[in-house]
């Protein structure tokens, strides 16, 4: 990305992982690095355009003629939305992805970054889970309709590449949470809505809080700002069509109950958690390796997990009244 001036559109720029990132590029601006000098970043939301539709995703692309894009827009849910959705996960984000990389095809972008999901490898795999698995047998039923969607960018990025050259390639994060993250009760991810529940429950001095299913899955999570970093290395560094796993080490999987009892903390709540067994519990496990991530970018230094629940706490506190709730 060093030739010239870059002009890079961020889709999907006005959620949790655009926001992350249009933070780090703020921060390049302050610092003014040589990459805030030819960089022109675009942060996108679908009030600019809504990507389901293929005339106004061409005249987004049209209006700002991006030389680079990280695709991140999509419809986006935890567990619960994913499994009373499936059909519609499923065809927005065809619909999405297919609009977004046929007009980056079609407008000669020179490299598109999309993004997929852990959640969306085989159900039935062995562990630790890495790039080359991603089509290796069903994906959990919980979420097939994001999962087949997202492994469809997959196969749009290999077949543009072979057939035009394209460099298209696509991340693998891990479950991602930050501030700006979505604390809607229908639609949140585990963190945000246990964020947000937990501080209802203060509010209105309630002694118990009820966490969703046993407690007992296994999650890799990996705070936005991060995956923001990793983000906006990829774009500049990362030139293959195979994807990449963007996560915090296995060894940093935790269970939903750590993960709760460490937002108790964060909050001070002075209530007993309780567990709703009846609630789904999802894919026990879904453990990817970072070995790839890690033998090209050695020095990668994550945000502590237990600094950024505090962080985030903290940022939801402070910005209710203006999160998606
Ligand atoms: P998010 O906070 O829900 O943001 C979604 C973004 O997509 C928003 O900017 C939204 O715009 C935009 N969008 C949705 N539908 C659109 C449409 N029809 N046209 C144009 N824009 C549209 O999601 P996120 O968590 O940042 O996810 C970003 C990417 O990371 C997604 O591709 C997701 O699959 C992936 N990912 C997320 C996680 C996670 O745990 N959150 C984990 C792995 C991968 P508006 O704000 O205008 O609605
Ligand atoms: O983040 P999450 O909703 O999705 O986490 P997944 C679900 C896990 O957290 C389950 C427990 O074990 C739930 O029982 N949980 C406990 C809760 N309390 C709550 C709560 O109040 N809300 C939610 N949402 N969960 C998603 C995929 O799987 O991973 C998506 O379905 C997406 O497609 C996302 O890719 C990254 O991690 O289970």
Known sequence: MTEGNSVIIVTGGSGLVGQAIKAVIE??????????????????????????????????????????????????GGLFHNMAHNLDFFRENMAINDNVLN?????????????????????????????????NGPPHTSNYGYSYAKRMIDVLNRGYHEMHGCTFTSVIPCNVFGPHDNFSLESSHVIPALIRRMDDAMQKGETTFTVMGSGKPLRQFIYSLDLARLFVWVLRNYDSVEPIILSVDES??????????????????????????????????????????????????????????????????????????
Not at 103 to 130: G, M, Q
Not at 282 to 308: H, I, V, W
Request: net charge positive.
């Open 103 to 135: 007009a980056s095809y079609r407008n000669k972008v020179k490299k598109v970054v999309s993004c997929l999901s852990t959640c969306i490898f085989p159900d039935k795999t062995t562990y630790p889970i890495d790039e080359t698995m991603v089509h």
């Open 252 to 325: 940093d999987e935790v269970t939903i109950s750590t993960v709760a009892e460490m937002i108790k903390k964060a909050h001070s709540f002075p209530g007993e958690i309780v567990y709703d067994t009846a609630k789904a519990d999802g894919q026990y496990k879904k453990t990817a390796s970072n070995n790839k991530l890690r033998s090209l970018y050695k020095d990668f230094k994550f945000t502590p997990f237990e600094q950024a629940i505090h962080d985030t706490v903290a940022w939801f506190k402070q910005n209710r009244e203006h999160a998606r709730t």
């Open 27 to 76: 921060e390049e601006n302050r610092q003014e690095t040589p990459h805030s000098k030819n960089e022109t970043w675009i942060f996108c939301g679908s009030k600019d355009g809504d990507l389901r539709d293929k005339a106004q995703t061409d005249a987004l692309f049209e209006k700002y003629k991006p030389t680079h894009v990280i695709h991140l827009a999509a419809m986006v």
